[in-house]
């Protein structure tokens, strides 16, 4: 049991609802100056509420997730640990109650003492749910969702098959919820990069009939009449607009745009989705007018990934289309313009999704809560994916029982404490371990090569230049602080498949 103080029976307990949307560099929203697709339902959040300029999340989706429900920073070495994906399809041809409730071993949580995001809500009352792309995978059991305090859940249990969009089942709290005319294993998932037989392969709807998006979004819906009478917390974990490219129809604002590619309208039009859902669930919010008194989070997991890549016009091999040059990612690296991305979803920065570069863990992070949070501002605070659970702790007057490595933004949502950072923030990549200080310092290591980089990201957004020669005592001092949060090791937040993901047991 945890041991917390509650919320005094007089507090009015807001709602919650937290959007993790999936691989959405915050270029790809118009709020950051997206033109092709807009987002008007995300940018009414921003334009009513709290925008976050410096927010941290992770390089990738499964560590974003471990990270943010759990509190910790993902450059330690045994808070949490990732499973390794596509323990469901082993049982997709004999698909049964009873072998999918003992299907996985090893998923149950390593370290009970750890205090749950779920589990913060549930200490006052709160009923709790999850929607979409379930936990930090990359296969989840049951067991270890029940533990993590979710009353109710519905979606994927394994992110490999979130990557499929037509699954033939999903699951609603640990029971089989099949998807009647989705008879594909794979889930439908399609063909990378953009050809001829790409596309065919996209648009071949044999097999395809429920777009699971819309099913998860119309479970969540429901969710919130069923409830309305009650404190509810939902996380909504969506698979948009995570690839490969898959959507039931092209959105009519991309139809007669011949600047785009056939697989960038559909891309384009995932994006639209997302808004679209976001709209929705403020629209039934609204509805039983609960929009008031409900805190509203909007947030990705990790930077940009391009989905919608074709020869001679896009790619995220590690070459510069515009002069052919490798990326060696110390002094050449990506870009949108060396990718040819035409969204320009990192929104200028150096990197993506893996990598430790600015375009790979700066997300947008939007809080929305007409009752308490008044109008519309920016903060440069830096903060972290780590530091909702602590957040939401401090307002629900909740005590957490394990030291979290995440600060509580409720002074900075009630105009109490605009002051509250971290001092630094750590992150992992698939290239190495980085820091980031809140006067703007960032160290990062490319492990491959043993070498550490300085910037200062006021003055450089793109980390174009290192002053790590200009500054050596600043670059003893953050490589310092960066191997104590890696506990001694600097390898600590090199991710690999290796060191990081565990295998997963299937019964027979």
Not at 215 to 236: E, G
Not at 274 to 301: P, Y
Not at 421 to 439: K, L
Not at 445 to 461: C, E, G, R, V, W
Request: proline share 5%; charged share 25%.
């Amino acid at each position: 049991m945890s041991c917390h103080k509650g919320a005094t029976n007089n507090q009015l307990k807001p709602n919650v609802v937290l959007i993790y949307a999936d691989d959405l560099g915050r270029g790809m929203l118009s709020y950051y100056g997206q033109k092709i697709v807009k987002t008007p339902n995300i940018d009414r959040l921003a334009y009513q509420g709290l925008v976050f300029e410096n927010a941290r999340g992770c390089m990738l989706c499964a560590p974003a997730r471990a990270s943010m429900l759990t509190g910790y920073h993902d450059c330690h070495p045994d808070k949490w640990k990732i499973t390794k994906g596509g323990a469901y399809y082993a049982v997709s041809d004999s698909i049964s109650d009873d072998l999918i409730s003992n299907t996985i071993e090893k998923l149950v949580p390593e370290h009970k003492n750890i205090h749950h995001m779920a589990q913060v809500f549930k200490d006052v009352g709160y009923t709790t749910a999850q929607f979409g792309k379930l936990e930090w995978g990359f296969s989840v059991s049951k067991k270890q969702m029940d533990a993590h305090g979710w009353d109710h859940y519905c979606g994927y249990l394994d992110h490999m098959r979130a990557h499929g969009f037509y699954p033939p089942f999903l699951f609603e709290d640990g029971d089989i919820m099949p998807m009647s005319g989705n008879t594909r294993k794979d889930c439908g998932k399609t063909i990378e990069p953009e050809t001829p037989e790409s596309y065919k392969d996209r648009w071949d709807m044999t097999g395809k009939k429920l777009y699971s998006p819309n099913i998860i979004l119309t479970k969540l819906l429901v969710f919130i009449q069923q409830n309305k009478n009650k404190p509810f917390f939902i996380y909504h974990p969506t698979t948009l607009p995570h690839g490969p490219v898959a959507v039931p129809e092209v959105h009519q604002d991309f139809i007669e745009n011949d600047t785009l590619t056939e697989v960038e309208k559909e891309y384009a039009s995932m994006v639209k989705m997302l808004d679209q859902h976001v709209g929705r669930i403020l629209d039934e919010l609204k509805q039983h007018r609960l929009l008031d008194n409900t805190l509203f989070i909007f947030t990705s997991d990790n930077g940009h990934e391009l989905y919608y890549t074709m020869k001679g016009r896009c790619t995220k091999k590690g070459k510069n289309i515009l002069t052919g040059v490798n990326y060696n990612n110390i002094n050449t690296k990506y870009y949108s313009e060396c990718g040819g991305d035409i969204f320009d979803g990192n929104d200028g920065m150096a990197g993506r999704k893996r990598d430790n570069w600015e375009g790979g863990s700066r997300v947008p992070l939007i809080m929305s809560w007409p009752a308490e949070i008044k109008g519309h501002r920016e903060v440069s605070n830096l903060v972290a994916n780590f530091d909702l659970i602590t957040t939401f702790a401090d307002m629900l007057h909740i005590q957490l029982q394990d030291p979290k490595d995440g600060i509580s933004l409720w002074p900075v949502m009630n105009g109490t404490g605009p002051d509250t950072e971290h001092t630094y923030v750590v992150n992992a990549s698939f290239q190495g371990a980085s820091i980031v200080t809140n006067e703007g310092w960032k160290l990062r290591h490319y492990a491959p090569k043993n070498t550490f980089q300085l910037f200062y990201l006021p003055d450089d957004y793109r980390e174009k230049h290192d002053l790590s020669h200009q500054h050596p005592e600043r670059v003893i001092l953050l490589k310092k602080q960066l191997l104590k949060e890696c506990s001694g090791d600097y390898n600590n937040g090199l991710f690999s498949a290796k060191s990081n993901i565990i295998p997963v047991v299937v019964n027979p």
